[in-house]
T-cell receptor, first 114, second 115 residues
Framework: AAGVIQSPRHLIKEKRETATLKCYPIPRHDTVYWYQQGPGQDPQFLISFYEKMQSDKGSIPDRFSAQQFSDYHSELNMSSLELGDSALYFC?????????????FGPGTRLLVL | GNSVTQMEGPVTLSEEAFLTINCTYTATGYPSLFWYVQYPGEGLQLLLKATKADDKGSNKGFEATYRKETTSFHLEKGSVQVSDSAVYFCALSESGGGSNYKLTFGKGTLLTVNP
């Protein structure tokens, strides 16, 4: 079965640079979530999109922005990168059937800011 | 707001031992509950879920029962294997209105199983 695809899998950037992370949800899933997992931490919700509109916002810095496109893929844009942005960034897409919802996670993008 | 509290790790067991990882939650409504597993260097995989009180989720020998009266969702396995070594996250989702069901995670519990 198709899974959530994230690219790139690994990314190394310098401070103050920009980065773009991409997420391709499972086909026919209409909702995408972004999470950030710092070293040894639990994943923290950043932002979500439903039908190409932002549906909720969590602890996402103003330096970050995201959008969902007409093909439902999503991109997380990160500017003025800081050392503290080094983390694993997960995208999840949501299945919603008969009142039950489940999020399926991609493999993550590991970002290292030097 | 919503929160999830897991027992702190690390948990170290011998192969074939019984596993329990405690998880309790705080939520304003009726959340769905999940256990996710993260193997070293990998992403999050859904292990099991339960969507209403008294539901039991099960997968790969792991079980957890949604206990509304104690607001708990403890993970259990009767006989662990070395391959079960991973970090286990308890999580809940509750509708934030509209289509939003963001997950709130516990801090994770590192399980190490020795042969």
């Amino acid at each position: 079965a198709a899974g959530v695809i994230q690219s790139p899998r690994h990314l190394i950037k310098e401070k103050r640079e920009t980065a773009t992370l991409k997420c391709y949800p499972i086909p026919r899933h209409d909702t995408v979530y972004w999470y950030q997992q710092g070293p040894g931490q639990d994943p923290q919700f950043l932002i979500s999109f439903y039908e190409k509109m932002q549906s909720d916002k969590g602890s996402i810095p103003d330096r970050f922005s995201a959008q969902q496109f007409s093909d439902y893929h999503s991109e997380l844009n990160m500017s003025s990168l800081e050392l503290g942005d080094s983390a694993l960034y997960f995208c999840a897409s949501r299945s919603y059937k008969r009142g039950q919802e489940t999020q399926y996670f991609g493999p993550g993008t590991r970002l290292l800011v030097l | 707001g919503n929160s999830v509290t897991q027992m702190e790790g690390p948990v170290t067991l011998s192969e074939e031992a019984f596993l329990t990882i405690n998880c309790t939650y705080t939520a304003t409504g009726y959340p769905s509950l999940f256990w996710y597993v993260q193997y070293p260097g990998e992403g999050l995989q859904l292990l099991l879920k339960a969507t209403k009180a008294d539901d039991k989720g099960s997968n790969k020998g792991f079980e957890a029962t949604y206990r509304k009266e104690t607001t708990s969702f403890h993970l259990e396995k009767g006989s662990v294997q070395v391959s079960d070594s991973a970090v286990y996250f308890c999580a809940l989702s509750e509708s934030g209105g509209g289509s939003n069901y963001k997950l709130t995670f516990g801090k994770g519990t590192l399980l190490t199983v020795n042969p």
